[in-house]
């Protein structure tokens, strides 16, 4: 039996993407949230932190939110969930590590039931989408 945990959360909660929720979480983590060794990290602005918040009750979590400050004197506001199965369980839907300049098939995981919630999630991460006009020449 490992160490007990500091905070407790639903570490399963990614198994399976069964639910309009956790289309939107998944699709938010894609957007704003970083995988690194065992653990997700979400940071955002301040101004932002009622999602922190709310993630954290989506994942019946008791996670404290972080108020840090960046290499560029900023303030932003962070929750880190240490879990390799909630990682393995998050990777194996197509987050990847590292994913800033990678296009992910993540979409292919999640139901047509879901993928509004998906789309959803991400934009709210990203919070813009831009269309581009192409031009024949």
């Known amino acids: 039996m490992g160490r007990p945990r500091k905070y407790n959360f639903n570490e ?8 309009h ?3 939107y979480w998944l699709g938010f ?3 704003d949230g970083s995988l690194y060794n065992n653990t997700l990290s979400i940071e955002l602005h301040p101004q932002d932190k009622n999602q922190l918040e709310n993630f954290n009750k989506f994942i019946t ?3 404290i939110i972080e108020s840090r400050v960046n ?3 900023k303030l932003y506001n962070r929750v880190r969930y240490n879990s390799k199965i909630m990682i393995e369980d998050i990777t194996a839907c197509g987050i990847v590590k590292n994913k800033t300049y990678i296009n992910s ?3 292919k995981s999640i139901s047509d039931e879901y993928i509004f919630d998906f789309y959803r999630g991400l934009i709210d991460g990203d919070g813009w989408i831009v269309k581009h006009k192409r031009k024949n020449v």
């Open 105 to 107: 098939n993540i979409q």
């Open 61 to 63: 979590g008791d996670i």
């Open 21 to 23: 929720d956790k289309a």
């Open 29 to 31: 983590i894609e957007a």
């Open 71 to 73: 290499n560029f004197n």
């Open 12 to 19: 399963d909660i990614f198994n399976k993407i069964d639910s």
